[in-house]
Every structure is written in C-alpha cells, then in structure tokens.
C-alpha cells in the first residue's frame, strides 16, 4: 500500500503553540518500524494550476508570495513562512498522489491531509489549502478525460471538527457527496451545510458513535442506490479519541479501531477505492494519537489486501468506476 508524507517540512511555530507537529514524523517512523508492506514515499508538490481547480488564484497567489493579512495568518492558526507554503502545497500533492495510486490499487493515503476547514478564497483552522477538494477535482478531470464517463466522489469525514470547508467548496456539486460526523459545540461554531450532517453530544462513547456512523453510511448508500461513488475520501481525525485535548467525544482506542474497520469494510465491500488522510488529533499525551493514526493505517492495510485478492465478476474496476 502506498503512503505520502510531507513531514521533513517543519513550521517554524512560536514557543508553545499547540499544533502537534511532531506527530507527522512519529507516525512515519512508527508505521516504517510496524508495518512494512506500507511503501513510504515524499509527496509532490502541487502546482498552481492544481489549486486552481478549488482555490481563488488570488488566495494561491497570496499565500505563495507571502501576501497574508495578519488576520489571515489568525484564521489559519499558522504564521507565515516559506516552509508553511512548501508544506501545504505537499500536503495537497500528496493527496492527489495518494488518489491516483487508490484507483488503480484500491486505497492509499496521505500520511497528512484532511484540511478541510480550508475554503476556496481562505485557510482556516489549521488549514491553508483543502486537499481533498482539489484532488477530488482532479480526479474526476482525468478520469473524464481517460474513461469519458463521469467520476462521483463522497467524502467520509470522521474528523471531530466539521469539514465546513469541503462542504462549502461541493455545496451546489451533486457529483460529490459530502458526509461529516462530528461534535455538536466545537469547532467551527458557525457550520456550513454538508448533503450529511451528523451531530454528536459532547462526552459521545463508542457504542452511540458506531450506531450514529453506521446509519450515516447507510444513508449514503441509499443515497447513492442508482450509481455508486467511484471514490471515496476518508478523513480519519484521531481527534473524537477520548484522550484528545479538544475533541470533546469519549471513544476509547478500540472504539476508534473499529469506525475506521466500518468505513474500510464498507467500502471494500462495495469495491470503492479509498482515499485515506488523517485529520487532527491533539492527545493529551501525543503518543496517543499517534497510536490510535497507526491502528487506521493497520486497517487500510487490511483493506487494501481485500482489494489485492481474486477479482469478482466484475473483473479489475469496481462497480462504481464502470
């Protein structure tokens, strides 16, 4: 299984921020030590042309030249520099790639990613430019252009914070459906309107989250029962782990284990390539996180093993592809 990272560019942040930005390279040595059939490349950097697919030029241009509003530089939670540039640009390159290998392989993913609070003319939350919009775009561009059929998209967004970003990017797109579980009182406090919405209580446990994911996954297979997606994004926040410092939800470890098995296993299921990024995730203990990251990378290695074994009759391209 293929895997992208970005993580030899580090932002140089102020004594004590809390962005967790060690965790990016605690994942990639961890998953290099455990899990050795996961290949580890650098991600690309994507281009302007590519971000233009989602972002206003305007704002491309702005963060690349060094451009930003000391209130944008706030909104997005970052100051500016260049190693600030250079990785979100990877990022989103890493994405794009980690699209490209998961519908050809059945799921690959980004070691980073899942910027989702990023619109298409601003960052916000810790995000500059939104990856899965832009490599959703540029999927479904070659896809069109090398198959001559249409490519649908659904995003899978189990991050705690809603994907308010994505959602505003596809609001009026009905080629990409955009499904977000999240907490009810955080962060954004002013939501946009995804085609699923699902709200949770502070203090959620594992047992209502699984029910809740279980019937937003159905809902979107109802939604979906003339024409599957063709790929599917999911963004596993570690985030609603009970041991994050913001997500206000209580899923134990094996809780979170087992809504990423739900989302791997439906989708195998249905022989829909998955795009895997990773969200926030801002433990307590930092180890934490990137334990409950680790465990989503053992159960996208488990699905894309379902994806290596004999084909079904529907040969080498999934239902949703044809």
């Excluded at 993913?109 to 989702?116: E, K, Q, R, Y």
């Excluded at 959602?167 to 939501?191: C, E, Q, W, Y």
């Excluded at 989302?263 to 969200?279: L, W």
Aim: charged share 20%; proline share 5%.
């Amino acid at each position: 299984m293929h895997a992208y990272y970005s993580d030899h560019y580090v932002l140089p942040l102020p004594e004590g921020h809390r962005f967790p930005m060690a965790k990016y390279r605690m994942l990639r040595d961890r998953i290099a030590a455990e899990l050795p059939a996961v290949h580890l490349a650098a991600a690309p950097a994507a281009s302007d042309d590519e971000l233009a697919r989602v972002h206003d030029p305007a704002w491309v241009n702005a963060v690349a030249e060094g451009a930003l509003s000391a209130a944008q530089q706030r909104e997005i939670g970052f100051p500016w520099s260049e190693p600030m540039v250079e990785r979100s640009r990877r990022s989103v390159g890493a994405t794009i790639e980690a699209a490209r290998r998961a519908l050809q392989e059945g799921v690959a993913a980004n070691l980073a990613g899942g910027t989702h609070h990023a619109f298409a003319d601003k960052g916000s939350g810790y995000c500059v430019f939104n990856d899965i919009a832009v490599a959703a775009r540029l999927m479904q561009a070659e896809w069109q252009c090398t198959r001559h059929v249409l490519l649908r998209v659904a995003v899978i967004d189990l991050d705690v914070h809603q994907g308010n970003g994505t959602a505003a990017i596809f609001a009026d797109d009905p080629t990409v459906f955009t499904l977000s579980l999240h907490g009810a009182k955080n962060f954004p406090f002013r939501k946009e309107a995804s085609d699923l919405d699902v709200e949770l209580p502070d203090g959620c446990r594992d047992a209502a989250y699984l029910g809740a994911l279980d019937a937003a996954l159905a809902t979107l297979w109802a939604r979906h029962r003339e024409a599957l997606p063709g790929l599917v994004f999911y963004l596993a926040g570690a985030d609603p782990h009970e041991g994050d410092r913001l997500g206000r939800l209580r899923l134990s470890t094996a809780g979170m284990a087992e809504r990423d098995r739900r989302v791997f296993a439906a989708c195998t299921e249905r022989r829909i390539p998955v795009v895997v990024t990773m969200g926030g995730g801002y433990g307590v203990n930092i180890e934490d996180t990137v334990a409950v990251q680790l465990a989503t990378y053992r159960e996208a290695l488990a699905g894309w093993a379902a994806w290596q074994a004999p084909r079904t009759a529907f040969g080498d391209v999934a239902p949703g592809l044809r």
